[in-house]
């Protein structure tokens, strides 16, 4: 039996965004979250495999690591069709940079899931955008691995992967165990996330879908401290957003179509490389 | 190894003439050299790579650390993450930096794990502190936060960089650099990863990311066939078309021609931006656009905010009177 791990985030939904200035981190716990948007096409990567006669048997077990809340994303995942998920909290992973965020998914698949053969990551989350914590997971298991996936099936006992990677297309193939990173959709897209289905809300909160694992049970060291051992520390936060004190033109377009040519026409032409006529010449030539 | 501090830049120059992001680094690293007294160099793998080192001491690398080996030619995530790794270990710089290709971003975060040390995805700007660490500027969050971030402990300080955000240093034929070959280890592990097929996809001729002039729609283009108009404009002013996300999102344009925090940054000369609300995760990429023109019904948008002239008109009527108005000034 083919045993697939999907790593799913929870991210922020909204623009608003809550953060400790203490610890300079985002205080996931008043966000409102959703399962991150490539994460979800990982998912449906498994759940296509796993429809796939072909593939033979297969147990999709999906994993996110998070405050408790995140246990929202497991739950959909168990009513898209993921056999198993488990949340991995504790107040010790919180500030988990992705080396350590990499380390604790790491530990759990090294501890708990040793018959686990492909490994599902999306390439990026919605929220931090970094794409390291695939690579890194996939090191921390020394496991090979084959990132922003666009397409990929079950061959010859490994995988192999179709993906566009700085204007490379590329065909590649692995032995399994190996971990896949998902690319974000395209215009072919084959792993366009699925609806959940009535009866799969009813399976989603049947007893014993999900299990919650703390740092202990989990196999970390009792003084385990993300926060303190990432590597990275964040300094400080800001808004990036500075205000001008531009112009603002009103009232009809030809107006200010005219006033914005005829009062900044040198910027206009010089970007353009182009010579253009302005009102003045209009009149003198 | 002297006490000689070295900021490191890997070299990542397939699709050379495409992405010139190590250049870009090379700069900015030759800036950091100054503050922190430290020596540039590159680090460059491949097969026959000679003008390669040639380009990079004349772009401000000191040194040049090779490893010129058939084994290397092709890009291999595993390998070059390994010999990385192992040329750290031995000539232990301080910094390391790479390009946020998607190449980049898959070989560092796996040298940072390897060598137990913090990494800093896509970052906007480096600097030095006072107390000699590199500070490292990345946007957060979906780009509503800016972060600075620092690796206070672990060596090398790591950070991938956003192509486009530092401008390269003019060719210098004079330049001279010290060239330091390093053999293939003997160890290296053979690759677990099988590249099939790897073929140069064509790539449009015109960049978004280095155009001197960038039009940029949002939702207030109003549908998918009118936000064609911003091409007829884009042609006739020589400018790329760049969308927001709902844009994207909706279908009107590809991907490719995402401005945002997981898209493209921009830093035109001048910047037309119609019925875009500014969204923090679109106004953070365009930063660096130098004159903006934005148009919006609202006159409270963001983007209207952040603009030099802001025309507060319906975004799909002012596109075609600014059509009309260059049309009636170019010179022939």
Not at chain 1, 147 to 171: P, S, T
Not at chain 2, 164 to 170: A, R, S
Request: charged share 25%.
């Amino acid at each position: 039996m083919l045993h697939v791990i999907v790593c799913i985030k929870q991210v922020p939904m909204v623009s608003e965004l809550p953060w400790d200035p203490k610890t300079g981190t985002l205080k996931r716990e008043t966000a409102q979250g959703m399962m991150d948007p490539s994460a979800r096409r990982a998912l449906e990567a498994a759940l296509q495999i796993k429809a796939d006669p072909a593939s033979g048997p297969v147990r999709i077990t999906a994993v996110s690591m998070g405050p408790p809340m995140a246990e929202e994303v497991l739950y959909e995942a168990r009513a898209l069709g993921a056999d198993q998920g488990v949340l991995l909290t504790d107040p010790c992973m919180a500030g988990a940079d992705t080396c350590m965020t990499a380390m604790i998914l790491g530990t759990f698949i090294r501890n708990h899931c040793p018959d686990t053969g492909l490994i599902l990551c999306g390439a990026m989350s919605s929220d931090s955008e970094t794409a390291q914590v695939g690579p890194q997971l996939a090191e921390d298991l020394d496991i090979p691995a084959i990132g922003y996936a666009r397409r990929l099936e079950l061959a010859d006992g490994g995988i192999r992967v179709e993906r566009h990677v700085d204007d490379f297309l590329e065909v590649m193939e692995m032995d399994l165990p190996g971990l896949v990173t998902m690319d974000h959709a395209d215009e072919s897209d084959r792993y366009t996330p699925r609806y959940v289905a009535l009866g799969g809300v009813e399976k989603a909160f049947a007893a014993g879908g999900i299990q919650v694992m703390d740092g202990a049970a989990l196999g970390l060291d009792k003084e385990f401290n993300a926060l303190r051992s990432s590597p990275t520390k964040i300094m400080d936060v800001y808004s990036p957003v500075t205000q001008k004190e531009g112009r603002v033109l009103t009232g009809a377009v030809k107006k200010m179509v005219d006033t914005l040519f005829d009062d900044y026409g040198k910027i206009i032409s010089s970007a353009m490389g182009k010579d253009l006529k302005t009102h003045d010449h209009d009149e003198d030539i | 190894m002297s006490a000689e501090k070295q900021i490191w830049v890997w070299a990542d120059y397939r699709n050379y003439f495409h992405s010139r992001v190590t250049l870009q680094i090379l700069a900015r690293a030759t800036e950091l050299a100054k503050a922190n007294d430290a020596v540039v160099c590159a680090v460059v793998f491949g097969d026959h790579v000679d003008e390669y080192v040639a380009e990079y001491i004349a772009h401000g690398a000191k040194k040049v650390y090779v490893t010129d080996d058939p084994f290397l030619k092709t890009y291999n995530v595993e390998s070059y993450a390994f010999l990385l790794s192992a040329l750290v270990r031995r000539f232990r710089p301080e910094i390391l930096l790479v390009g946020a290709t998607r190449f980049g971003q898959e070989i560092a975060p796996r040298v940072a794990r390897q060598l137990n040390t913090g990494l800093t995805a896509d970052c906007i700007d480096l600097d030095i502190d006072d107390q000699g660490r590199l500070v490292q500027t990345a946007p957060s969050f979906g780009g509503n936060l800016i972060a600075k971030i620092i690796t206070p402990q672990a060596r090398p300080q790591m950070a991938t960089i956003r192509p486009g955000t530092f401008q390269e240093l003019p060719h210098d034929d004079d330049a001279s650099g010290e060239v330091i070959p390093v053999p293939l280890p003997g160890n290296m592990p053979a690759p677990r990863v099988r590249c099939l097929t790897s073929e140069l996809k064509p790539v449009r001729a015109r960049k978004i990311e280095t155009a001197d002039i960038v039009i940029t729609g949002g939702r207030g283009m109003g549908s998918k066939g009118k936000f064609k108009k911003l091409f007829d404009l884009a042609e006739l002013i020589n400018a790329e078309v760049g969308a927001t996300r709902p844009v994207v999102y909706a279908g009107w344009v590809s991907h490719e021609s995402l401005v945002g925090q997981a898209g493209k940054h921009i830093r035109p000369k001048l910047l037309f931006s119609f019925g875009v609300s500014g969204a923090i995760q679109h106004t953070a990429a365009l930063a660096d656009a130098r004159f903006i023109v934005a148009v919006n019904k609202n006159p409270n948008a963001t983007m209207m905010k952040l603009a030099d002239v802001a025309l507060v008109a319906d975004a799909n009527q002012a596109c075609s009177g600014i059509i009309r108005a260059v049309k009636e000034r170019i010179r022939h």
